[in-house]
C-alpha cells in the first residue's frame, strides 16, 4: 500500500528554480492524500501568490507522482491557506541556507 511518506519522497528531488531548495525542504507541500494507491491528490503552495515558476513546479509534482506504479490519477491542488511562512513551515536545512534563526 502505498504511503504519503513514499509520495513525498517522490517530490523531494523537486526544486524551486528561484531558491534552488526542494519544495519538500522549503515547506510547501502541505498534504497528500492517496485513494485506492491509484488516486492521488497533491495540495501545496508556493512562495508567493505571483511565483512565475508556479506552473512548472506543480507540473514537475503531477509528473513525478504520475510516474508511480498503479497511480492513474493526479491532482495537485494549489491552496493558500495557511499562508507560507518559511520559519514555521521550512526544515531546518531550509531555514539555514536561507538564514532563517
Excluded at 46 to 69: F, H, R
Aim: charged share 25%.
Amino acid at each position: 500500500m502505498l504511503t504519503k511518506e513514499e509520495v513525498i519522497g517522490i517530490i523531494e528531488p523537486i526544486e524551486d528554480p528561484e531558491m534552488r531548495l526542494s519544495i519538500v525542504d522549503l515547506g510547501l507541500i502541505y498534504d497528500v492524500t492517496i485513494l485506492d494507491s491509484r488516486m492521488i491528490t497533491v495540495f501545496m503552495t508556493l512562495t508567493t501568490p505571483g511565483c512565475p515558476y508556479g506552473p512548472q513546479i506543480m507540473k514537475s509534482v503531477e509528473e513525478a507522482v504520475g510516474k508511480i506504479d498503479g497511480v492513474e490519477k493526479v491532482d495537485v491542488e494549489l491552496v493558500w491557506d495557511p499562508q507560507w511562512n518559511p520559519a514555521e513551515m521550512a526544515s531546518e536545512y531550509a531555514k539555514d541556507v536561507l538564514g532563517i534563526w
